[in-house]
């Protein structure tokens, strides 16, 4: 149980463009959805925390009209990266809460982001 | 603020050992989780805690949730290539909407 998919794997896309990343719960409803960013060696930075129905909350520093999140229902959650830019270039998480197991957080396989 | 302290850092070690890490912080946690990340992937959950002197055991791995809830502990018995990755402990962000902070990770390397 308690299984997110995320797509595309990966993606290469040309500066300026824009590109979506969807994430889904399969197996439960997410009422509450993260979505974050890791570069090499670090550790895990959340971006943006969303509730299904409303707006995302945005971490410091970043960007909301840059990383447009939509929570549209309870197992689905996109992010697009509007205008991408090299420095955008990223491995890209999302993971899912269920509301119902506590603080438990479960993730998607990642999403690696190359701008050029 | 909140932060946790993850030690050590990277661990190099041989097949068969055991293995043991640990997070700690200034502030109090009512809930520990520890997850494992390998390459290219998300993290995975191991285990998590809910109660300060907890137990819990997954196969070979038991995590610890310590009794003053300011730490947590990760041991890994008779260590096998499959283990190697990256090990984060987590904890609830204060006031949060679910949110979690993450330590900075162990790095485990077994040796050939």
């Known amino acids: 149980g308690a299984v997110v998919s995320q797509h595309p794997s990966w993606v290469i896309c040309k500066s300026g463009t824009s590109v979506k990343i969807e994430c889904r719960s399969l197996d439960f409803q997410a009422t509450t959805m993260f979505w974050y960013r890791q570069f090499p060696k670090q550790s895990l930075m959340l971006m943006a925390t969303?509730?299904?129905?409303?707006?995302?909350?945005?971490e410091q520093g970043v960007e909301k009209d840059k990383f447009l999140i939509n929570h549209a229902s309870l197992t689905l959650s996109t992010l697009t990266v509007t205008s991408a830019h090299p420095e955008d270039s990223s491995f890209y998480i999302c993971?899912?809460?269920?509301?119902?197991?506590?603080?438990?957080?479960?993730f998607g396989p990642g999403t690696r982001l190359t701008v050029t | 603020g909140q932060q946790l302290n993850q030690s050590p850092q990277s661990m190099f070690i041989q097949e068969g050992e055991d293995v043991s890490m640990n997070c700690t912080s200034s502030?109090?946690?009512?809930?520990w989780l520890w997850y494992k990340q390998e390459p290219g992937e998300g993290p995975v959950l191991l285990i998590a805690?809910?109660?300060a002197g907890e137990l819990t055991s997954n196969g070979r791995l038991t995590a610890q949730f310590g009794i003053t809830r300011k730490d947590s502990f990760l041991n890994i018995s008779a260590s096998i290539p499959s283990d190697v990755g990256i090990y984060f402990c987590?904890?609830?962000?204060?006031?949060?909407?679910?949110?979690?902070?993450w330590g900075a990770g162990t790095k485990l390397i077994i040796k050939p």
């Open positions: 969303s509730n299904e129905g409303s707006k995302a909350t945005y």
């Open positions: 502030s109090i946690f009512n809930t």
């Open positions: 805690l809910y109660k």
């Open positions: 993971s899912a809460n269920s509301g119902t197991l506590g603080y438990e957080q479960y």
């Open positions: 987590a904890g609830p962000r204060m006031d949060s909407n679910y949110q979690l902070i």
